[in-house]
Every structure is written in structure tokens, then in C-alpha cells.
């Protein structure tokens, strides 16, 4: 088991930051060779810092995959495609996989359900892609220390815990001794923007578990139009870095509302803020009214299929951070 070094000072300043990616290109260079790395790109603080630095150590010989399963937040793609695959030069290759996901997540209700379905699938999709790449002998991962503190005796990450038994490929875990402000300050200091690094904590299943109940392209397409209203008053008023985590989410049910006279069944849309050291307790911060009134303003006004905005007041517990 990995033990981060008691010695290593926290890595709070670009300068050590600097320290760190340096002695990391060293070590991946020596570890790697000549060899190609396959990378799993999600858009994730964690994936987008290893690739960052697997770029500057390696060049093209990271080959990046990226899968857009249709359920990520507004423009988070495009933006993975600008910064690495066009200002990073990265060989990347991108997987536009919306059609395939919807299909299978048509009429099916049960969360628990869904993830799977998604969590499947992506597999399915990633190793369909590696399939088709030749002479690669690392896999890279983006691995950090917390991972590992939580795979001993507590859970089995993903990153630790749910690796193929006979696994050819070697590991490459670059940032597997920092913890997740550590990578953020690596991150910046190689270069990625702040909606990258800064990015908050995100569910693999992405929007398919926001939307609540059975998916639809409508309702999905309305939920990523609120949440990026929500992302972008919330950055505005200076509350990003003051709100843990905040999202809207959108059940599978409709209200009665009116417009221009005539009586119509649309959705709820619901803002869910929630602030915590733990993630295992959680608070709802006092969001001043005028940002909120605000933000219901412009959801109600520019998101077709709502008429209603709420916020959501509970804690964690006994309600969870997530609907579904």
C-alpha cells in the first residue's frame, strides 16, 4: 500500500507545485520510456491534472480517451476538446456516445438501475476504443491519496480497488500522494483553467441521476440549460468559492403553470446548495434572496418546459447531497 511521505510539505504555492510536477516528469519519463499511456480523460479535476502532466512529461505518447456519454454539464466536452485537444496538441480522441446512452436509459426509471446502465456502458465504450489502439503498455490513472486512504479496509475505489486481476498494463499514478487541493494548485501551475480545476464534485453517472426518473432528451436538455444559468449567477454574486457543491436538478413530474393566458403542465426545477467538510454532513447555506429571485428570473425566463423554481433547505442527514 502506497504511504504519502510524512516529510513531504503541503503543496500550497506554485513554487512547490513546480517542485513537484518537475520531479513527476523525471519519474513518469524513467517509468514510461518510449512506451504509449492510455488515459481515461473525463473532465475531472483529478484525469485532467494527470493528463496535464503526462502531456508535458510525454507528449503524444498519452493517448487520451474521452467519452461524452450525453449526460455532461453544458460545454464541459467542448471545452475538454479546446483545451487538450486543440491549445494542449494532446492526441486525444473523443467518443460521441449521447445517442448510444439515451437509448439504453429510454423508460428506465430506477437509479440504482441507471448507474449501472451508465457505469456499464462507459466500460463498454472505453474498452471498444482501446481495442483499437496498438503497443500500449501503461495505464494512467488519476489516482489520489484520499482514494487510497478510503480502498484500506473502508471501500474499494475505482481507481484502487476495481482494477482487472489480469490486467496487462502497468499503472501510472502520478498525483496518487496528493490530496485533492494539492492537485488543484498542480493543476493551475500546469496551466488548466480554472473552470477545469476548480470544477466541483461531479457523479460519473453526470445529469442522468439530476434528471430525475426516467431520462428524456427534453428534460435534459432543459435541466443543462438551469444548471448552467445556476453555475454562472452563482460565479457572478462571488458564491463558487463559498458553495461547496451546487446543481439543479429536475423530477419527473410536471406543474401547472400559466403563459400568455393559456394553463400548461411544465417541470420543477430545484436548486440544491450544499456546504461540508466531510461530505458525511452537510448544511444549506442562506442564499441572499435578491441572488436567488435572480437566478429564478432567468431560469423561468430562458428554459423552455419550466415554471417553477425551488430551493431545496436540507440537510445531510437526513436527506442526501444527490436526489437520486
Known amino acids: 500500500m502506497h504511504i504519502r511521505d510524512e516529510n513531504m510539505p503541503r503543496i500550497t504555492t506554485t513554487e512547490l507545485a513546480n517542485e513537484f510536477i518537475e520531479k513527476q516528469v523525471k519519474e513518469i519519463r524513467k517509468q514510461v520510456g518510449d512506451k504509449k499511456v492510455l488515459l481515461g480523460l473525463s473532465g475531472g479535476v483529478d484525469s485532467s491534472v494527470v493528463a496535464a502532466l503526462l502531456i508535458k512529461a510525454i ?16 460545454n464541459e ?3 475538454i476538446v479546446e483545451v487538450f485537444g486543440k491549445q494542449l496538441d494532446a492526441n486525444l480522441i473523443y467518443v460521441d456516445a449521447t445517442d448510444r446512452f439515451l437509448k439504453l436509459l429510454e423508460d428506465v426509471s430506477d437509479p440504482e438501475t441507471k448507474r449501472k446502465i451508465i457505469g456499464n456502458e462507459f466500460v463498454k ?21 484520499s ?26 499514478e502520478p498525483v496518487k500522494s496528493l490530496y485533492k487541493d494539492e492537485v488543484r494548485v498542480v493543476g493551475k501551475a500546469l496551466g488548466l483553467p480554472s473552470s477545469m480545476v476548480d470544477r466541483q464534485p461531479f457523479p460519473g453517472p453526470g445529469l442522468g441521476i439530476r434528471c430525475l426518473g426516467a431520462i428524456t432528451k427534453d428534460r435534459l436538455h432543459a435541466l443543462r440549460e438551469a444548471d448552467a444559468i445556476l453555475r454562472e449567477e452563482f460565479d457572478k454574486a462571488n458564491l463558487t468559492d463559498k458553495v461547496w457543491q451546487f446543481f439543479t436538478v429536475i423530477p419527473d413530474i410536471t406543474s401547472t403553470g400559466v403563459k400568455d393566458g ?10 440544491r446548495a ?8 452537510c448544511t444549506v ?23 417553477r423554481v425551488l430551493y431545496d433547505l436540507s440537510p445531510k442527514p437526513i436527506a442526501t447531497i444527490e436526489w437520486e
Open 59 to 74: 507528449g503524444k505518447q498519452l493517448v487520451s480517451v474521452h467519452v461524452n456519454h450525453g449526460l455532461m454539464r453544458k
Open 285 to 307: 447555506p442562506e442564499i441572499d434572496y435578491k441572488v436567488l429571485k435572480h437566478i429564478t428570473d432567468r431560469i423561468l425566463s430562458e428554459v423552455d418546459g419550466v415554471c
Open 274 to 281: 450544499v456546504n461540508t467538510v466531510d461530505a458525511l454532513h
Open 262 to 271: 393559456k394553463r400548461l403542465d411544465y417541470w420543477p426545477v430545484i436548486i
Open 147 to 172: 482514494d487510497v486512504i478510503e480502498s484500506k479496509g473502508v471501500k474499494a475505489h475505482h481507481n484502487v480497488g476495481g482494477l482487472p486481476k489480469h490486467m496487462k498494463l502497468e499503472l501510472v
Open 125 to 145: 465504450v472505453f474498452d471498444e476504443e482501446s481495442a483499437k489502439l496498438e503497443d500500449i503498455s501503461f495505464l494512467a490513472q488519476g489516482t489520489i491519496y
Open 77 to 79: 466536452s467542448e471545452e
